[in-house]
């Protein structure tokens, strides 16, 4: 019987965790792994409450001086064996939702329709902007943000992964997984279960071939990430403020160009409907749990803060 395992790392994201966790414990993920970053909006109690409540488990990434956040955490999760005896992995931000079409939305379904010798499959982004909300409320993304980027824009063609047979990588990566080690050839498929090319000369940089898939190839058939990267415009300024979970000294990523190309929001993006009333439900049972409700109560009063000194400066 197939285990799955989800890996994240986060910084500063109190009031989004719970939705989040809520969606992939909904479609299935067997378990849950998240490492925090130095965090000052309540993050980690939060996650200590749901790792104290069974709901995931929670590693606070104590990083050596020069060490990049999210590298670390995945050198982590292999020297101590944190995979255990999960045979499929997959690695989301905290912003990105794993949409599955086939059967009920669920994980099982999806693997019963992929290729049972795959090692990858590779599914892309639906980018959303941040119409229509100019500044942050409380509520859950997946049904504030339904505009999205056009799916043949190229900045939708950008893969997460999910592997199978993880002990033939040496490690998980934050869009793929690391060098992959087996002797046989690699057998990547796309979201309609169609071959992926990946070039044997690149099994040591799987970027090259498995970071964003060629057009011909992009399928989002049998599921797709939607990814709510912008949220609203101070929502947005306020992740550049908080920097990214991957370096350590965040390079000027999350520009307004960054934001300009999320934002286009010339598509209507539905795909998320399906779920919205499972995960109204999901959320309500997660709430009444222990602290998690008042703990995310207090990360949103810390949030309202953040933007009220934002917009102050």
């Not at 993920?29 to 200590?48: K, Q, R, W």
């Not at 292999?78 to 079409?101: C, P, Q, W």
């Not at 893969?159 to 690699?186: C, D, Q, W």
Request: neutral net charge.
């Amino acid at each position: 019987m197939t285990k799955s395992q989800l890996i994240c790392c986060v910084k500063n994201e109190g009031v989004y965790i719970l939705e989040w966790l809520a969606h992939h414990r909904m479609i299935g993920f067997d378990e849950i792994v998240i490492y925090s970053n130095d965090s000052d909006d309540g993050t980690h109690e939060l996650l200590d409450e749901a790792a104290n409540l069974g709901l995931c488990k929670h590693f606070k990434n104590q990083l050596p001086t020069g060490a990049s956040p999210l590298p670390y955490a995945y050198r982590q999760h292999l020297k101590y064996n944190r995979r255990g005896d999960a045979d499929v992995m997959m690695s989301l931000d905290i912003d990105e939702f794993l949409t599955i079409h086939v059967g009920d939305g669920n994980l099982t379904d999806l693997i019963e329709v992929l290729p049972n010798d795959a090692d990858i499959a590779c599914f892309l982004w639906i980018n959303f902007g941040a119409e229509p909300l100019d500044k942050w409320v409380a509520g859950n993304v997946t049904e504030q943000f339904m505009m999205a980027v056009p799916a043949k824009k190229r900045i939708n063609y950008c893969v997460k992964s999910l592997v199978y047979k993880p002990e033939k990588f040496t490690r998980m990566g934050s869009h793929h997984p690391k060098s992959y080690i087996a002797n046989t050839p690699i057998r990547a498929v796309n979201a309609s279960g169609q071959p992926v090319p990946v070039d044997p000369q690149n099994y040591d940089n799987l970027y090259k071939d498995l970071r964003m898939l060629p057009t011909d190839f992009g399928s989002r058939n049998f599921a797709q990430i939607n990814h709510y990267a912008t949220k609203s415009a101070d929502a947005f300024m306020l992740r550049r403020q908080r920097g990214r979970s991957y370096l350590e000294q965040d390079e000027v990523r999350h520009t307004q160009e960054y934001f300009n190309k999320r934002n286009t929001n010339l598509q209507l993006e539905l795909s998320y409907l399906k779920y919205i009333e499972r995960l109204r439900a999901q959320l309500v049972e997660l709430r009444a749990m222990g602290r998690l409700n008042e703990l995310e109560l207090i990360s949103q009063r810390i949030y309202r803060e953040k933007l009220a000194a934002l917009y102050a400066e």
